[in-house]
């Protein structure tokens, strides 16, 4: 169960946009669409933004979009603003029947 | 509302043991899937064990397995998570965490309790 590989840190200026890898193996990104990804603000609990691997859950803003392509899971974040400084996770289902989570990217909006 | 709530940290000597609870509310806990979710100090997200929503399974990570247990009550509303001999890297913030959708299994987790600090240390 190792954990899924993110880049330890990514960052942008405001409006631009960015996108998060999180690239697993073809025990979990690889089989299930069952992706999901979450945004965690210093000394709070993690919010989740994206199910199943592009679908937003309601009341997430439009600007965060995600895709897979074969192994690798990514989250796009466009018209990057100072809010959306955080730390970027993912998750996967795999075929033991339990998650992975990714080891987190740190977003730096310049 | 969806509300989880844990309880049971708190400081405990290496090799003890500890039970957390996590009491939910505002939605039917028998029908989901639920989860432990834990976060060592300036560390990032790890995933600890899953229970199905009527108890029969549960799996566990490696790094806990044979040492902690999941289970759940559900006329109680309420999972826990026993942890036995515990280790000094055991120690992290400790959330339960509900699974997306009635009956799923690893689609996300959309609703998580505050967190219950656990800390291993003599």
């Known amino acids: 169960q190792s954990a899924l590989t993110q880049p330890a840190s990514v960052s942008g200026s405001p409006g631009q946009s960015i996108t998060i890898s999180c690239t697993g193996t073809?025990?979990?990104?690889?089989?299930?669409?069952?992706v999901s990804w979450y945004q965690q603000h210093p000394g709070k609990a993690p919010k989740f933004i994206l199910y199943?691997?592009?679908n937003r859950p309601s009341g997430v803003s439009n600007r965060f979009s995600g895709s897979k392509s074969g192994n690798t899971a990514s989250l796009t974040i466009s018209g990057l603003q100072a809010e959306d400084e955080a730390d970027y996770y993912c998750?996967?289902?795999?075929?033991?029947?339990?998650?992975?989570f990714g080891g987190g990217t740190k977003l730096t909006v310049l | 509302q969806v509300q989880l709530v844990e309880s049971g940290g708190g400081v405990v000597q290496p090799g003890r043991s500890l039970r957390l609870s996590c009491a939910a509310s505002?939605?039917?806990?028998?029908?989901?899937?639920m989860h432990w979710v834990r976060q060592a100090p300036g560390k990032g997200l790890e995933w600890v064990a899953v229970?199905?929503?009527?108890?029969?399974?549960?799996y566990h990570a490696d790094s806990v397995k044979g040492r902690f247990t999941i289970s759940r009550d559900n006329s109680k509303n309420t999972l826990y998570l026993r942890m036995n001999t515990l280790r000094a890297e055991d120690t992290a913030v400790y959330y339960c965490?509900?699974?997306?959708?009635?009956?799923?299994?690893?689609?996300?987790?959309?609703?998580w309790g505050q967190g219950t600090l656990v800390t291993v240390s003599s």
């Open positions: 998750l996967s289902y795999t075929t033991s029947s339990t998650l992975v």
């Open positions: 965490a509900r699974d997306f959708e009635e009956h799923s299994h690893g689609k996300g987790f959309r609703h």
């Open positions: 229970i199905s929503y009527d108890g029969s399974d549960k």
């Open positions: 073809s025990s979990d990104i690889g089989v299930y669409n069952y």
């Open positions: 199943d691997v592009s």
């Open positions: 505002g939605f039917i806990f028998s029908r989901y899937v």
